[in-house]
């Protein structure tokens, strides 16, 4: 199984400024095969951003992926406050999917 | 519109089986896998399984396998998450969720999630 470590656990910053979230997998994946997922309180997750670094339909620029091999990234340019949210990202390259243990964004 | 419809929130006791429904509309149900995932309160999201609907194929999460049963049912458009030998640690709120691109590729969209919770 292809264990994803987010890092960090929490982030706590204010509107107007850039996040960068951390994703590391056990083992190298193809970066077709990853995914990030946002969660609002109450509602299910939403996707993202998907083949590492390609934005959902409907996904404002200010989100943004990258990454390949074992490391990728979530970085969102400019918060909004809508933004602040929990964060996870989510491998589908194997036989089995897992989900990282997720980041949440706080507002400071 | 695509749109998924779980069903309502279930209380179980422990050694129990619940079952819920996840109904969809707005596409070919036949088409694309479905999967379930499991979100315990205040934990993050674990995969469960998925079925291809055109067929009944399943596929299980290692953690579940044994005691979970993902079926589909085209009349109406329906997935169904039966989960035996309930624990306490089976309280979570279980969404199922469309895959589009083949059998393991993202999820989008979501259901709304069902509340199971086990409790004596």
């Known amino acids: 199984e292809i264990v994803l470590t987010q890092s960090p656990g929490t982030l706590s910053l204010s509107p107007g400024e850039r996040a960068t979230l951390s994703c590391r997998a056990s083992?190298?994946?193809?970066?077709?095969?990853l995914a990030w997922y946002q969660q609002k309180p109450g509602q299910p997750p939403s996707l993202l951003i998907y083949?590492?670094?390609t934005r959902a339909t409907g996904i404002p620029d200010r989100f943004s992926g990258s990454g390949s091999g074992t490391d990728f990234t979530l970085t969102i340019s400019r918060l909004e406050p809508e933004d602040f949210a929990v964060y996870y990202c989510?491998?589908?390259?194997?036989?089995?999917?897992?989900f990282g243990q997720g980041t949440r964004l706080e507002i400071k | 519109e695509v749109q998924l419809v779980q069903s309502g929130a279930e209380v179980k006791k422990p050694g129990t089986t619940v079952k819920i429904s996840c109904m969809v509309s707005g596409y070919t149900f036949t088409d694309y896998y479905m999967h379930w995932v499991q979100q315990a309160p205040g934990k993050g999201l674990e995969w469960v399984g998925l079925?291809?609907?055109?067929?009944?194929?399943?596929i299980y999460a290692e953690k579940f396998q044994g005691r979970v049963t993902i079926t589909a049912d085209t009349s109406p458009d329906t997935t169904y998450m039966e989960l035996t030998r309930l624990t306490s640690e089976d309280t979570a709120v279980y969404y199922c969720a469309i895959c589009y691109f083949g059998r393991f590729n993202r999820f989008d969209p979501w259901g709304q999630g069902t509340l199971v919770t086990v409790s004596s």
């Open positions: 989510q491998q589908y390259g194997g036989s089995q999917i897992t």
């Open positions: 083992q190298r994946l193809s970066s077709t095969y």
């Open positions: 079925v291809d609907p055109e067929d009944g194929e399943t």
């Open positions: 083949g590492a670094s």
